[in-house]
């Protein structure tokens, strides 16, 4: 009988393409993983891995199988909520998945007044790429997620929060470092530092590279901001970094050089996300103008969106 843990690995193996990453995503050993795909192949009588190639790929017919078991397992999720819902209304745990480019900078001022305004709620709080947690985010692992935004999911609700405006940073000593402010066409020619793939930071850095006509450092990509600042810092290249994290990290520490650049399209617009037919949409609604209130009196470096 095929279960939904066999459907879970499976999910698990399409996002990651790699059987070891995939059992550590489901906190299981590769074996255990492994053997239960094939049992849910012997009970379907149907291959839904290629295992003539020397790379992790689906079948056609087991990509289809993926995206139906998406929509089950996020089903599966739903009924939990109701369940829960139905008996405990705003108590209980809110599961929310944060980008590391924004949530330990954005969460700490938001969680004291969120507690206040909701003593019984528990956050749990998970860190992810924005595309596995928007994935992962249909499939139920979380309840809501922030994410930059444009989200393009299906079945996803967006509120909009907040557009964070970026800024250029550069080492001391690079000729940026004496100026007030700097033009677009100052950055022609600039090596400029990203992000690894899979950050919406990543994929908007590189588009401002062709925009601004600067060279981005591909052999170079952070894993995280705090690696891109300690890169600057050594005079790698600039980076363009968020607000936020520029409050948080640097302030007027003095260890790089925060420039204003004379743009107005510098900036990233992020969200809060839900499953559209959850059962918490009411309280994930509440949720989002509660931290537009938060982030209007606390956050002055962002623009508060309706």
């Known amino acids: 009988m095929t279960t939904l843990k066999q459907l879970s690995y499976l999910v698990a193996l399409s996002q990651e393409l790699h059987f070891r990453r995939a059992a550590e995503r489901m906190n299981v050993t590769q074996p255990t993983l492994s053997i239960q795909i094939q049992e849910l192949e012997r009970q379907l009588k149907a291959s839904l891995i290629d295992r003539n190639t020397n790379k992790v790929l689906l079948t056609p017919l087991g990509r289809e199988i993926v995206d139906r078991a998406r929509a089950v397992l996020s089903g599966v999720e739903d009924i939990k909520d109701l369940a829960a819902a139905s008996q405990h209304g705003f108590e209980g745990t809110i599961r929310i998945g944060v980008p590391p480019t924004t949530g330990p900078y954005f969460l700490p001022h938001i969680v004291p007044e969120l507690h206040k305004q909701y003593p019984n709620l528990k956050l749990y709080v998970k860190e992810g790429k924005p595309r596995d947690l928007q994935l992962e985010l249909k499939e139920g692992v979380h309840d809501v997620i922030v994410s930059p935004l444009p989200v393009t999911h299906s079945d996803l609700t967006v509120a909009n ?67 891109l600042r300690l890169m600057v810092g050594m005079g790698v290249g600039i980076a363009f970094l968020p607000a936020l994290y520029i409050r948080s990290e640097i302030g007027n520490r003095g260890e790089i050089a925060v420039v204003k650049l004379n743009a107005t399209s510098l900036y990233r617009q992020i969200g809060l996300v839900w499953r559209t037919r959850s059962v918490h949409a009411g309280l994930m ?22």
Request: hydrophobic share 35%; with cysteine.
């Open 161 to 227: 929060l907040f557009r964070e405006p970026l800024h250029v940073v550069t080492a001391l000593d690079h000729p940026f470092a004496s100026r007030t402010s700097i033009n677009r066409t100052d950055l022609q020619g600039e090596s400029v530092l990203a992000m690894e793939a899979g950050h919406h930071l990543h994929d908007q850095v590189i588009e401002l590279c062709e925009e601004f006509r600067a060279t981005p450092l591909r052999d170079y990509e952070g894993t995280s901001l705090d690696t």
């Open 285 to 306: 609604r509440d949720i989002a103008n509660l931290l537009r209130s938060i982030s209007r009196e606390k956050l002055p470096e962002i623009t508060v969106l309706k």
